[in-house]
């Protein structure tokens, strides 16, 4: 019973150390990671949760990545039956005591004209801008969940 009980307390002990969190002021950004990227893909998508525990609204204004020649904030949005997605002008509102999801299939931030594919164990940088609190730097980790296809205004992205 002793070493069950041993093993539960590492466990919980190793569970922050395995998530990476950040905070500017109010805001907390848990967990950024990317999927492995297919050979030759130009784009790829970064995904995090935003925390804002704060009083006020911020909003995430937009995105930077040495990794890409651009970086926009995009949403999935269903055409017809057809999921595109759509950059998001003016940004991501993250309302006071709410919490803000970027997944894939929904909001995310878009990196195009990747210089070079991260791979599954890898990480990059991404500076996040925010209205009120401002800027901050994070560590995308590189997870294998299977690079999954994208599409951008209805053109199915070459994998």
């Known amino acids: 019973m002793r070493s069950l009980l041993a093993i539960a307390v590492a466990a919980l002990i190793a569970l922050p150390a395995a998530a990476h969190e950040y905070t500017l ?12 990227m297919p050979p030759m893909a130009p784009t790829t998508g970064a995904f995090f949760a935003i925390s804002n525990n704060g009083k006020t609204a911020d909003k995430l204004l937009g995105a930077s990545s040495p990794l890409a020649a ?3 904030l995009h949403s999935h949005q269903n ?5 595109r997605m759509r950059q998001i002008e003016g940004g991501i509102a993250v309302p006071a005591g709410a ?4 997944a894939p299939g929904g909001l995310h931030v878009m990196l195009l004209g990747v210089k070079q594919q991260p791979h599954a164990g890898d990480k990059f940088p991404l500076t996040l801008k925010f209205d009120k609190a401002g ?3 994070v560590e995308v980790k590189v997870e294998d969940g299977g690079a999954m296809p994208m599409q951008h205004d209805g053109m199915k992205m070459p994998q």
Do not use: C
Not at 25 to 36: D, E, T
């Open 25 to 36: 002021g109010a805001l907390k950004i848990a967990h950024p990671y990317s999927r492995a």
């Open 70 to 72: 651009s970086v926009e």
């Open 79 to 83: 055409d017809n039956g057809v999921m």
């Open 99 to 102: 919490t803000v999801t970027l």
């Open 135 to 137: 800027e901050i730097n």
